[in-house]
């Protein structure tokens, strides 16, 4: 997405009212619209259109929509907005997992998800800003390059989801320093209050999984600092 020319959506549902209804309305609101409706189908449309956000149904002919998240993720990097019917906190945590950014649980308004998919495009760009504000870092021996979005542990090449590295990238521009959670979900994810501990918490779950528990240290009832001897 570049600035003057229009966000492309690729919408992801294999119900026909639902994905023509959403389709209708984010065309209305001047995004442009490409549709797919099995699993398959939008790994193809993803390679084919390159969107630059993606509406994810979980539940999906062919692969299901967190297999599809893991493939077009390993393709390119690009924020998902994930629909389920179910409001389950493990599907939450695999979902987030796999590279998805967000979820919207069915049914839903049409003016909730076009509001967090605009959310989702402002993070990519606070994203790019943090990035170039940060710089390479390298905080004992894990190095993070936000230039290529790289990060490795020791050498050792470490995948991140897209929220992962962001979430790192701020974390590392001040190594040792503790940063709340407000800071985190603003620099992060753009939201201005408190809402969104659990989704802040999951990915750091998930962040020190992949870098290392004891890199991550966690101030209880303020945030978390990125450990410059870890």
Known sequence: MTEGTPTTVLVVEDEPTINQAVTDRLRAEGFVVVSAVDGPGAVTAFEQHAPDVVLLDVMLPGFDGLEVCRRIQAVRPVPVLMLTARDDETDLLVGLGVGADDYVTKPFSMREVVARLRALLRRVE??????????????????????????????????????????????????GAVRSREVLMREVWGWGDASGTRTLDSHVKAL?????????????????????GA
Do not use: M, N
Request: with cysteine; hydrophobic share 45%; charged share 25%.
């Open 208 to 228: 020190r999984a992949k870098i290392g528990a004891d890199r991550v240290r966690t101030v209880h009832g303020v945030g978390y600092a990125l450990e410059p």
């Open 126 to 175: 606070r994203a790019k800003a943090l990035a170039h504000a940060t710089g390479r870092v390298d905080v004992g021996g894990l190095v993070v390059d936000p230039a290529t979005r790289k990060v490795t542990v020791d050498g050792a090449s470490v995948h991140l989801t897209p929220l992962e590295f962001d979430l790192l990238c701020s974390l590392a521009a001040e190594p």
